[in-house]
Structure formats: structure tokens, C-alpha cells
């Protein structure tokens, strides 16, 4: 079981370092989607499923989709020769072999976990927040640290100072 956390770590590290160093926007936001995906899987691998499908699917889910749409729209350091070069097979070996490195070793540990039989049990909300912010307080604050990062960093790539003239105001 160590071999697996060790792999989804290492796949976490790898896109993160990818993420801050690329010179790309889109590229790094998609880095860190793969990077909140490994440190799910190793979340589920520390016995804590529910942070871990919290994780993929507030943080990697709707979070990181939101700033990449946000990106896009802006059109943040994008130009057409560059668009053109996602078309090129060469662009997507790292993530699609990161990736799938990530998704063999999520099946791989699913496989070789022990089932166990849980009854029907309800669990209220207020179960649900005490989970939170008692045993998975640390997770919580990590993953929060980590979005308000993020959020900074996606006002700094657009708040790119552009000088706007009214066309009254223009020279002709």
C-alpha cells in the first residue's frame, strides 16, 4: 500500500512544481487540477474518503474549472500561434502519462483494499461538520490555503494594467 501513496505523491509534487514553474496559465491550472487529483488519492489512501471526494470534487471539480473558464475568457496570455500548438500530439505526452500513472495506481488501490460491510447508517450535517473541523481540520485548512493561493495568483495574471480611452478621447 506504501508504493501507492508514494506514486500519487510523487505525481502531487511533479504537477505542482509544473504548475508554479509554467509560463502558461492555462497550462499551469491544469497542472494543479491533476496535483488536487493526486492528493485526493492520497487522501483516500489515508483512510479519509471523504476529504478525498471532497477534494475532487469541490476543489478539482468546480473550483479549478471556474479559474480555468475564467482564464479562457479572458483570454489570459494566450495568442493564436499557441492555440495552435494544443493541436500538436507533443503537447499532452507529460499530462496524459502523469495522468494515467495517477488513474492506474487509483485502480490499483482500490483493488487491493480490504471491503468492508457497512450498515445503513444516516449521518446528519452536523456530523458532517464536526468531521470537518475536528479530524480532517488540517485537510481543510491545507485545501484552503491552497484555493486562497490560487486566487491570487488568477488576480495577479488579470490584473494586467491597460490604458482605455473613451473613442471620444481618442487622437485622430
Not at 95 to 108: F, K, N, Q, V
Not at 124 to 130: D, F, H, N, Y
Request: hydrophobic share 60%; proline share 3%; net charge positive.
Amino acid at each position: 500500500m506504501d508504493i501507492f501513496f508514494y506514486i500519487s505523491a510523487g505525481i502531487a509534487i511533479i504537477s505542482t512544481i509544473m504548475a508554479i514553474s509554467g509560463r502558461n496559465a492555462i497550462h499551469s491550472l491544469l497542472f494543479l487540477i491533476l496535483s488536487l487529483l493526486a492528493i485526493s488519492v492520497v487522501f483516500y489512501l489515508l483512510d479519509a474518503p471523504f476529504i478525498a471526494a471532497l477534494e475532487v470534487i469541490i476543489y478539482a471539480g468546480a473550483i479549478m474549472v471556474l479559474f480555468i473558464f475564467v482564464t479562457m475568457m479572458l483570454n489570459i496570455g494566450l495568442e493564436h500561434k499557441q492555440e495552435k500548438q494544443w493541436l500538436n500530439p507533443s503537447m499532452w505526452i507529460i499530462p496524459s502519462i502523469l495522468a494515467a500513472i495517477l488513474l492506474g495506481d487509483l485502480i490499483l488501490a482500490l483493488r487491493n483494499m480490504p471491503t468492508a460491510v457497512a450498515g445503513a447508517q444516516l449521518i446528519q450535517p452536523k456530523q458532517v461538520g464536526i468531521s470537518l473541523f475536528s479530524t480532517y481540520l488540517l485537510a481543510v485548512e491545507i485545501a484552503a490555503i491552497l484555493l486562497m493561493a490560487g486566487v491570487i495568483g488568477a488576480y495577479h495574471l488579470g490584473s494586467q494594467k491597460k490604458k482605455v480611452l473613451h473613442r471620444f478621447l481618442e487622437k485622430k
